[in-house]
């Protein structure tokens, strides 16, 4: 009944936060009129939102290997859901990179639009290079870009396979790729276990509310962010190597959920 409670005043203070992150980032949406200081001041309001959300959902980030503050490099690592960006938002400002279906989701939509993303095409791959082309031009003005390269949120169980062909826009671009490892390393001041799974993760055909239900039933929750050394590319590298490089250096350091947990 207290977890309830407590869980309920807790979505109250989301919903305000959300709202007001809303408000303000569409007062910056539509008053500057630069698209990139636009979507700089958007990245820095969705950092700053993100530590206030942090404090909502009882999070504590642990950062290991912190990044200099001013590099400029994508960032690649594994996704279970909305908390790896939530912990993520409150290290860097950086430019997430998500799917024009989730573009399209009402709420979740603006939230993304509001925060500076940069879009693809999980369904019509045939316009891949075209998102290649954009993402490059992202990176060359400078942004930091978080591209999750699993494609979508995994079970927690395995990082899963990660695809090649957006990865290789550090190398066009002359920045190095930056793997980090997301953990989460607490639950509620105990070990992690099992049956926390679906209160941790998003995925699969679990909504947005009641992901956002169980995470914020939990008391407290400590999360880990490490970064990795950087992997410089060049465009004549072969995908394939890259990225399974890159697979094997966050799986190393990934611990996944298993049920003997």
């Given amino acids: 009944m207290y977890r309830n409670v407590r869980a309920f005043f807790r979505l109250l ?41 942090a404090k909502i959902f009882g999070v504590e980030v642990i950062c290991k290997n912190p990044i200099p503050h001013h590099e400029k490099s994508l960032l690649i690592g594994n996704h279970v859901g909305f908390i790896d960006i939530l912990c993520l938002e409150t290290i860097v400002p950086a430019v997430f990179i998500t799917s024009r279906e989730m573009r399209n989701t009402p709420g979740l ?60 826009a550090a190398g066009l671009a002359d920045v190095p790729i930056r793997p980090f490892v997301f953990n989460f390393r607490s639950v509620d001041g105990g070990p992690v276990k099992f049956k926390h799974r679906d209160s941790l993760c998003w995925y699969g055909d679990i909504g947005f509310l009641t992901s956002i239900w169980r995470s914020l039933q939990l008391e407290t929750l400590v999360c880990e962010l490490e970064f990795l050394p950087l992997v410089y590319t060049k465009p004549e590298d072969d995908r394939s190597e890259i990225a399974a490089k890159l697979h094997a250096m966050v799986s190393e350091k990934y611990v996944p959920f298993k049920e003997s947990m």
Avoid: Q, W
């Fill in 13 to 53: 203070l989301f919903v305000f936060v959300i709202s007001k992150y809303v408000i303000e980032g569409l007062f910056f949406y539509f008053t500057t009129r630069d698209p990139d200081r636009r979507r700089g001041k958007l990245t820095v309001h969705a950092h700053r939102t993100g530590i206030k959300l």
């Fill in 109 to 168: 939509g603006l939230i993304c639009e509001v925060a500076g993303c940069t879009y693809v095409d999980r369904v019509n791959r045939m316009k891949i290079h075209d998102e290649l082309k954009d993402l490059i031009t992202v990176l060359k003005k400078g942004f930091r870009v978080v591209l999750y390269a699993e494609s979508t949120a995994s079970n927690g169980e395995k990082v899963l396979p990660f695809k090649k062909t957006l990865m290789m």
